[in-house]
């Protein structure tokens, strides 16, 4: 009799683990990625339970952070939730360079490019269905050019499938701590359930920059070259606002202009991000006033 009791017990208990699980209502849980990340040093984020929401549309959202420490110098709506739109870019581009490291691909592997692929709206360098890239192409073009066509090349490569390879982007996000963040496309191109916020992405774009110092030049980047075309840099303040290397810019109708820009003035690096601007420019000013005041 004792015994049937536990058991009980136990079930209990199995069961609603179970049930907390599966709160978020998300379906499965995404893939684990193929090798546990290095821990990045960062400033704690809040103990919050992996449970995004729904982003206001255009929402407003700025944080300043000190990239050597990580301690916050300026916040409004550092938590709330947004829509990352290209931002999203930062993890295809993390997932990438981590396949580099683990000596899956080299920069010179080529990538075979899909119809799909091909077939993705602007921004993008208009690679052929049936062509390759090269991982160092991509990437390239990834950081300065946010191209669509190319972060879906990089996901079907290195995943089988752009599903599959969203859902090892959730998996590394939650590994870096990141509580607010769900990605559901490689691209950041409109999807509600795509969510993240200033905070996330700031501890993301650290997390891409120092575990990746290598690749520093490709955010610095003002233009890219491929197929006899030259593409500028979707970032305004490269090359305009002193100290300004990198990181990532981001647009769609849902999310507002964003921009995470990493700087250095002084030897004192920051972290800024201005989700929800109003117009490029206006965004490209806030960022540039945040970086102003706090340097």
Known sequence: MRASVLLKKA???????????????????PAPVTSAAP????????????????????????????ASTGEELYAVDADAPRYPASLSKMMTLYLLFDAVSQGRYTLSTPLSVSAKAASQPPAK?????????????????????????VAIAVAENLAGSEAAFARQMTSQARALGLSRTRFVNATGLPDPAQVSSARDMAVLGLALKR???????????????????????????????????????????????????TANRGGKRLIVVVMGGASEAARDKEVTRL?????
């Open 291 to 295: 970086i102003e005041a706090y340097s």
């Open 39 to 66: 821990a990045v040093q960062t400033a704690p984020l809040p103990a919050v339970a992996y449970a995004p929401e729904t982003a206001v549309e255009r929402g407003f959202s700025a944080l300043v952070l000190n």
């Open 211 to 261: 575990r990746f110092p290598q690749y520093g030049s490709y955010y610095r980047a003002k233009s890219f070259d491929y197929n006899g075309r030259t593409f500028r840099a979707t970032n305004n303040l490269v090359g305009k606002v002193a100290g300004v290397d990198g990181l990532k810019t981001g647009y769609i109708r849902l999310s507002g202009y964003n921009l995470v820009a």
């Open 125 to 149: 360098i208009g690679i052929k269905a049936g062509s390759t890239i090269t991982v160092e192409q991509a990437a390239r073009a990834l950081a300065v050019k946010s191209a669509n066509d």
């Open 11 to 29: 079930s209990i208990f199995v069961l609603a683990g179970f049930l907390a699980a599966c709160q978020t209502g998300q379906g499965p849980a």
